[in-house]
């Protein structure tokens, strides 16, 4: 009976031990990735707004009620303006619903919509 549990636990002290492992590092996207432009983080703009813009702005960016269009923001307001509008509000939108690297690079991606 010992040994079959020492077997057991000796097996699943290997099976953990070949399961774990890996750095802690973060893989670097390959060079031929979208975000290849050298910065750490690989931040998708477009997912940051498809989680905190699109309930008040539409589906499509379109605007919605008293809420504006973004679609096409960039033609209207350059990218520093945008930022300001994202960490101080305007209108009904509160400040900072999105902050740091992640506003940053929504604040692109909006100024990029003409």
Do not use: Y
């Not at 990735?33 to 703009?45: A, F, H, L, N, V």
């Not at 309930?55 to 300001?84: K, Q, T, W, Y």
């Not at 992640?102 to 991606?109: H, R």
Request: net charge negative; proline share 6%.
């Amino acid at each position: 009976m010992k040994k079959q549990l020492m077997a057991l636990l000796f097996g699943s002290a290997l099976v953990l031990g070949a399961c774990g492992g890996g750095g802690d590092e973060a893989a670097e996207p390959p060079a031929d990735s979208p975000d290849s432009s050298g910065s750490e983080t690989s931040i998708d703009p477009e997912q940051v707004v498809q989680q905190n813009c699109i309930s008040c702005h539409g589906e499509n960016l379109e605007g919605a009620g008293n809420f504006p269009a973004l679609n096409d923001v960039g033609s209207r307001l350059s990218e520093e303006e945008i930022r300001g509008v994202i960490d101080n509000g305007q209108g009904a939108m509160p400040p900072d619903i999105i902050e740091g690297e992640e506003a940053d690079a929504v604040a692109k991606w909006l100024s990029e919509k003409k």
